[in-house]
């Protein structure tokens, strides 16, 4: 199939196009500039694929969670550029395409997903590859970095800013679990659409319309009481 996929859920912004099995993609340290740079990167992207936006049949986004506010111009630029084809889209949690980034990255099969939530809190969420894909060990959730789930077993892999920004706290709630941790990571486009690519093709697409972003918090900033 020919896809496009947006991942801005951290500080880059990554965007990658599929024409069969070639694949085209960027991925860009963008901080702050992720809504001016997206539509560039997309017809960077489209033009290496040798694909136009009429030839695309559905459209992949980094679902969160993760940055607010990345997170809605993932969702927004999906939702336009869908409505104005026609076509259908996909939503990919970003814990688990960072843990499909990371399978790419070490040898392994288990991987903890653990990004900087903000506000001493972290995203956190554990799969192990099966045969047919990814199983769901811990589901995503925000927790304190001293009270994300257990794992069971050892020969994890950690993947994600969150062991940069509260390391210590979650390497020893898993003390002794984990092999490697690969905190410099975070969710790609490119991840986003090989995770995306069959549930197109199982005809699990749906409108543009529910390309709504997945958030898990409620608000993003603390009350000055609250502080």
């Given at each position: 199939?020919?896809?496009?996929?947006?991942?801005?859920?951290?500080?880059?912004c990554?965007?990658a196009?599929?024409?069969?099995?070639a694949?085209?993609?960027?991925?860009v340290?963008?901080?702050?500039?992720q809504?001016e740079m997206v539509?560039g990167?997309?017809?960077e992207v489209?033009?290496e694929?040798r694909l136009s936006?009429?030839d695309?049949?559905?459209?992949?986004y980094?679902?969160?969670?993760?940055?607010f506010?990345?997170?809605?111009i993932?969702c927004?630029?999906t939702?336009?550029?869908?409505?104005?084809?026609?076509?259908?889209?996909?939503?990919?949690?970003?814990?688990?395409?960072l843990a499909e980034?990371?399978?790419?990255?070490a040898?392994?099969?288990?991987?903890?997903?653990?990004?900087?939530?903000?506000?001493?809190?972290v995203?956190?969420a554990?799969y192990a590859?099966?045969?047919?894909?990814?199983?769901?060990?811990?589901?995503p959730?925000?927790?304190?970095?001293?009270?994300v789930p257990?794992?069971?077993g050892?020969?994890w892999?950690?993947?994600g800013?969150?062991?940069?920004?509260?390391?210590?706290?979650?390497?020893?709630r898993?003390?002794?679990?984990l092999s490697?941790v690969l905190?410099?990571l975070?969710?790609?486009?490119?991840?986003?659409l090989?995770?995306a690519?069959?549930?197109?093709a199982a005809?699990e697409?749906r409108?543009?319309a529910?390309?709504?972003?997945v958030?898990l918090?409620?608000?993003?900033?603390?009350k000055?009481s609250?502080r």
């Open positions: 199939m020919n896809l496009l996929a947006l991942e801005t859920s951290a500080d880059f990554s965007v196009a599929a024409r069969g099995d694949v085209a993609s960027r991925h340290r963008a901080g702050r500039s809504a539509l990167l997309v017809e489209l033009g694929a936006l009429d695309l049949e559905g459209i992949a980094g679902a969160g969670p993760g940055s506010t990345g997170l809605r993932a927004g630029v939702q336009g550029l869908a409505l104005s084809r026609g076509v259908p889209v996909v939503g990919v949690g970003t814990l688990l395409a980034d990371a399978s790419h990255e040898p392994g099969d288990r991987f903890v997903a653990c990004v900087d939530a903000h506000m001493g809190e995203y956190h554990a590859r099966s045969r047919s894909g990814w199983d769901e060990i811990s589901a959730g925000i927790y304190k970095p001293q009270a257990a794992i069971p050892e020969g892999i950690g993947c800013n969150g062991f940069t920004a509260y390391g210590g706290q979650v390497a020893a898993h003390d002794g679990r490697a905190a410099q975070a969710p790609t486009a490119r991840a986003v090989k995770l690519a069959p549930r197109f005809g697409a409108d543009a529910d390309a709504v972003p958030y918090r409620e608000k993003v900033a603390l000055t609250e």
